[in-house]
């Protein structure tokens, strides 16, 4: 079935040092994916999003990679900061137009 | 990005009561709004679809008759937990879709313990 995973269940990282969370997908027809931050007891919250027809894209600190050929998404995060500490995940449109979420990485900031 | 508003943000009620939690779009009007469940130190698994003026889709292994959603104006849908019980208990998060546009927006959750 269509399912999207994560690597890294958990990412410690200096601060200012940059970040790189991972995430596989299984479904090669899926055309849109979108990273968001999830703080303990909010929402998630949209971070930045990527079609299929492009392989970067950089928003402000961060950048998303996408990578077709091994169905692989990636969010770089530079100059980490302890604001960034959170749960990242990322998610994929399915053929349905729903939001398919993947397991999450809980990034730590050590200052 | 869209502003969504959820109430209440958190709620403790006895097993066997029903539960109201209010979701509305504050900026756009949304004629799909998505209800989401979420235990702890797990991903968001969608509940339904609720679109505006008609009848919510569930996804698989959702009770429609225990989790009764009500979209009635564009900008407020309803999920009743009827009949709580402890294993109801979660963090329910909704969000918004403007027409046209692919991008949700989530509003800030509810946390339902059932006693």
């Known amino acids: 079935g269509e399912s999207v995973g994560l690597h890294l269940p958990t990412l410690s990282v200096q601060e200012g040092d940059n970040s790189i969370i991972n995430c596989a997908y299984s479904n090669s027809a899926s055309d849109y994916f979108i990273w968001y931050k999830q703080e303990s007891g909010k929402g998630p919250q949209f971070i930045i999003d990527i079609r299929s027809n492009m392989d970067k894209r950089q928003g402000q600190r961060v950048t998303v990679l996408l990578n077709k050929t091994v169905k692989h998404l990636s969010l770089q995060i530079a100059a980490t900061q302890p604001g960034d500490s959170a749960v990242y995940f990322c998610a994929e449109w399915d053929s349905s137009y729903k939001l398919i979420f993947g397991s999450g990485t809980r990034l730590l900031v050590r200052p | 990005g869209a502003v969504v508003s959820q109430h209440p943000s958190w709620v403790i009620c006895k097993s066997g009561t029903s539960v109201k939690i209010e979701c509305r779009s504050l900026?756009?009007?949304?004629?799909?709004m998505f209800w989401y469940r979420q235990f702890p130190k797990q991903s968001l698994m969608l509940m339904a679809t609720?679109?505006?003026?008609?009848?919510?889709?569930?996804e698989q292994g959702v009770e429609k008759d225990k989790f009764l959603i009500n979209h009635a104006s564009l900008t407020l849908s309803t999920l009743t937990v009827t009949s709580a019980h402890p294993e109801d208990s979660s963090f329910y998060i909704c969000?918004?879709?403007?027409?046209?546009?692919?991008?949700?927006?989530f509003g800030p959750g509810t946390r339902l313990t059932v006693l």
């Open positions: 900026d756009f009007q949304a004629t799909t």
């Open positions: 609720s679109n505006e003026g008609s009848k919510a889709t569930y």
């Open positions: 969000s918004t879709l403007r027409a046209g546009a692919d991008t949700q927006y």
